[in-house]
C-alpha cells in the first residue's frame, strides 16, 4: 500500500458544529503532516507528528486540535471554525530524507 | 513563511513545446523536491535532487540544482495536454523535526 487515504473528501460544516478529519496510511513512514491549501496559494504546514509525538505546530489556532492515535493514523479534530477556514486540508507522511507521500485531501467549507 | 519563489507564476505552451520552470530559496537545504498538484487535489511527487547532486532526470523531466544561487529549474520536454497542473518546488527544513515547505507554484497550461 503506498496511498495516504483522506476521509471525508468533502465536508461542510457550521460554524458551531464538531468534525474531524481522518488520515491513514501503511507505509510504515513515522513522520506525518497536516497542510491547509487556499486557492491559488502552495499548501502551508499546520503540525508535524514524528514518532506519534506533536513535534512542530507552525502556530495554528487551537479551534483545530490534532491528534496521533497510532503510527498509521492521523485525526484533525475541528471545533467552532471560522469562514476563513474554509480550504483544502492534505495530510502527508514521510521518512526522514525522502518524498513526501499526500492524500487527495479534504475540500471543508465552513458556513 | 514560504521557504522559495518560482518563476513564472503562470506559463502557457503549445502541446510538444517544452515547459521550464524555476525556483529559488532561501536556506541551506538537503534535498529539493518538485511536486504537480492537479485541480486543487492532492500533490503528486515528480522528482528529489539532493544537495550534492546538480541533474536529475526522470523521463520527459530533467531538475537541475544550483546550490551557489540557492536555485532549481524543472524541464518538461515534450509537453502533453495533461500536463496541466500546478508545480511547486520544495525543501525540507529541519526545526527539530523536519518539515517540507513550497514555494508559491507554477500554473502550467498546454494548449492542444
Known amino acids: 500500500d503506498t496511498e495516504v487515504t483522506q476521509t471525508p473528501k468533502h465536508l461542510v460544516m457550521g460554524m458551531t458544529n464538531k468534525k474531524s478529519l481522518k488520515c491513514e496510511q501503511h507505509?510504515?513512514?513515522?513522520?506525518m503532516y497536516w497542510y491547509k491549501q487556499k486557492a491559488k496559494k502552495p499548501p502551508e504546514l499546520m503540525f508535524v507528528?514524528?514518532?506519534?509525538?506533536?513535534?512542530i505546530n507552525e502556530s495554528v489556532p487551537s479551534r483545530f486540535s490534532p491528534e496521533c492515535p497510532n503510527s498509521s493514523l492521523l485525526n484533525l479534530h475541528l471545533h467552532a471554525l471560522q469562514p476563513e477556514d474554509s480550504a483544502l486540508y492534505l495530510c502527508?507522511?514521510?521518512?526522514?530524507?525522502?518524498?513526501?507521500?499526500f492524500g487527495s485531501g479534504t475540500r471543508l467549507t465552513v458556513v | 513563511s514560504q521557504q522559495g519563489e518560482e518563476d513564472p507564476q503562470a506559463l502557457s505552451i503549445q502541446e510538444g513545446e517544452n515547459a521550464t520552470m524555476n525556483c529559488s530559496y532561501k536556506t541551506s537545504i538537503n534535498n529539493l523536491q518538485w511536486y504537480r498538484q492537479n485541480s486543487g487535489r492532492g500533490l503528486v511527487h515528480l522528482i528529489l535532487i539532493r544537495s550534492n547532486e546538480r541533474e536529475k532526470h526522470s523521463g520527459r523531466l530533467r531538475v537541475t540544482l544550483d546550490t551557489s544561487k540557492k536555485s532549481s529549474s524543472l524541464l518538461i520536454t515534450a509537453s502533453r495536454a495533461a500536463d496541466t497542473a500546478s508545480y511547486f518546488c520544495a525543501t525540507v527544513i529541519i526545526q527539530g523535526a523536519q518539515k517540507l515547505v513550497f514555494g508559491q507554484g507554477t500554473r502550467l497550461t498546454i494548449n492542444p
Open positions: 507505509m510504515g513512514h513515522r513522520a
Open positions: 507528528y514524528s514518532y506519534e509525538k506533536l513535534s
Open positions: 502527508a507522511s514521510s521518512q526522514e530524507g525522502y518524498s513526501y507521500t
